[in-house]
């Protein structure tokens, strides 16, 4: 076994707050933005001697950051924009009251719902329409797109109502249905989702700079692929529906847009070929990976073998909690691939089915099945945690895991599997104060989960 090297003998938690530290740097948004921009000098030129208007939107919880950067990068070339973000996820640097005094920024920033869509997000979604509806083929529309901009930007396809929407995602998210189930419902229940804000936007020049949240990078779903082709069709989101077995549980207005969908008596969404996407470009500027990569070389930094394992990690996040407690377990014993002090950084995004009325988040009931498989063991720690900073529908990105988790909570009367058992790991690990704290990020690139063994 290698020596732990001195600096690391207190507090193993330091080491991972120093790997969640680097990896949302790694995906600043404001930066991602710019570093794209910096690579292509002659895109910069181009659109800012446009002859027609320069439009920004987009939706997403790393709206705000991305706005400033564009901002700083086109000035007053820009002629106007609208950008939506979650209640929370406004810098005040970006935070622009309407009216706005001559001289501030051109792009509205709007605070809405997530992950049940709501007024505001229909109100704000109504006017990108708007902008958009209004240009013409000299026109540029830089789009931001960032994890969350399903949810945000919300614009019901007729006659669906903003309720329709709420209820349908709401039994989606309750049935564990992953993120790609959801936005292919989502795209068929839309106005501006899979593709038709490229519709709404042509014969405009659109660029779309993206920071993917969704597992494997796939453009047709992260938000709901608003400038992307959807290759996926009324049918499978039926098929989705059957799945989980939501025919009486949707809103019957969802049940009627589906199956007439069916019927082809309403069109699907624009494909791979149509003639609308030739001035669409579509382009990742941050991902899982990046923020993987760089914990992983802070992990080394301070003196760990490390390697990013995978960045594909999905499934239910109680089960997911066991896998990666036998893969800690596996470091410990010296079965694992690399030799102690080591680190297996995992990437992805997990899934929770509700089985009772407690509060947390994926990452959280992740955390909390670990701890129970690892009860006993020493000289391990387990790091769950969403790079949004919200995990869930709470204020905690994420929490801490050990071998002493189980042992500390039933010392205070807390019994962990009930926890477990109603959905309650936020109130079980704020009472341990082994809550990840980090406020809303600004960013959002999935999930990491980081696995120390010493």
Known sequence: MNTLPSALSGDLRQVAWQMIRAALEAVEPAAAVKNYFDSRPDLVS????????????????????????????????????????????V?????IENPRPKGQSKIHIVEAGHPVPDEAGLRAAQEIVSLLQETGPDDTIICLIS???????????????????????????????????????????????????????APASVYALILSDVVGDPLEVIASGPTVPDPTTFADAWAIVEQFQLQRTLPEAVIRRLRAGLAAEVSDTPKPGDLIFERVHNII????????????????????EARLLTTFLEGEAREVGKVIAALAKGLARDEGPLPRPACLVLGGETTVTLQGHGR?????????????????????????????????????????????????????????????????AYNFFAALDDLILTGPTNTNVNDLTFILAW
């Open 360 to 424: 947390g988040g994926r990452n959280q009931e992740m955390a909390l099945a670990a701890a129970l498989a690892l009860a006993g063991w020493s000289n391990l720690l387990i790091t769950c945690f969403g790079t949004d900073g919200s995990d869930g529908p709470t204020d905690a990105a994420g929490a801490f895991a050990d071998g002493q988790t189980v042992g500390r909570a039933q010392a205070i009367g807390l019994a962990p599997v009930e926890y477990l058992q109603r959905n309650d």
């Open 46 to 89: 181009q659109i800012k001697t446009t002859p027609g208007q320069l439009i920004v939107v987009g939706a997403g919880k790393a709206g705000a950051p991305m706005a400033e950067a564009i901002e700083e990068i086109f000035g007053d070339q820009i002629t106007t924009g609208h950008v939506i973000v979650k209640y929370g996820y």
């Open 285 to 304: 500027i941050g991902s899982n990976r990046l923020a993987a990569q760089a914990a992983v070389k802070a992990a080394q930094q301070a003196g760990f």
């Open 147 to 201: 994890g969350g901009g399903s949810a945000l930007l919300t614009l019901p396809a007729e006659p669906l109502t903003l309720s329709d929407l709420q209820a349908a995602t709401t039994a989606l998210l309750a049935a564990g249905a992953t993120i790609n189930q959801v936005n292919t419902l989502r795209k068929h229940l839309s106005a501006v989702k899979g593709g038709r804000l490229a519709q709404i936007a």
């Open 91 to 95: 810098s005040e640097k970006s935070k």
